[in-house]
């Protein structure tokens, strides 16, 4: 059974930093996309950034620039550094795993199986 724990959130000013893991665990394919997601209060999840087993990466307009998606594949783990944080970027933020072997829309949520239990940021202006 694959399980993802992410950690990392807390609250920051706006310009500041924060950095979320996330632990995977059950892992045993040797293709996958990996992606992080964010949920503001009476929004819809959003994709934020995805990342493939090659490496490719894919970012939200909203984001790109500020945030850079990574992995450790020895670790089975997933990174996402978010720099100069603004207030809208407050949300609970969800890592998530798909071991399809082709995915389309690496920034949508239907494309992903698996989903860790969410880690908020909170970013004050």
């Known amino acids: 059974q694959v399980q993802l724990v992410e950690s990392g959130g807390g609250s920051v000013q706006a310009g500041g930093s924060l950095r979320l893991s996330c632990g995977i665990f059950?892992?045993?394919?040797?293709?996958?996309?990996m992606g992080w997601f964010r949920q503001a209060p009476g929004k819809e999840r959003e994709g934020v950034a995805a990342?493939?087993?090659?490496?490719?990466?894919i970012y939200a307009l909203s984001v790109k620039g500020r945030f850079t998606i990574s992995q450790d594949n020895a670790k089975n783990s997933l990174y996402l550094q978010m720099n100069s944080l603004k207030p809208e970027d407050t949300a609970m933020y969800y890592c998530a795993a798909s071991f399809r072997l082709l995915v389309l829309d690496p920034l949508e949520t239907h494309e992903y199986k698996y989903w860790g239990q969410g880690t908020q940021v909170t970013v004050s202006s």
């Open positions: 990342i493939n087993s090659d490496g490719s990466t």
């Open positions: 059950g892992y045993n394919y040797s293709t996958h996309y």
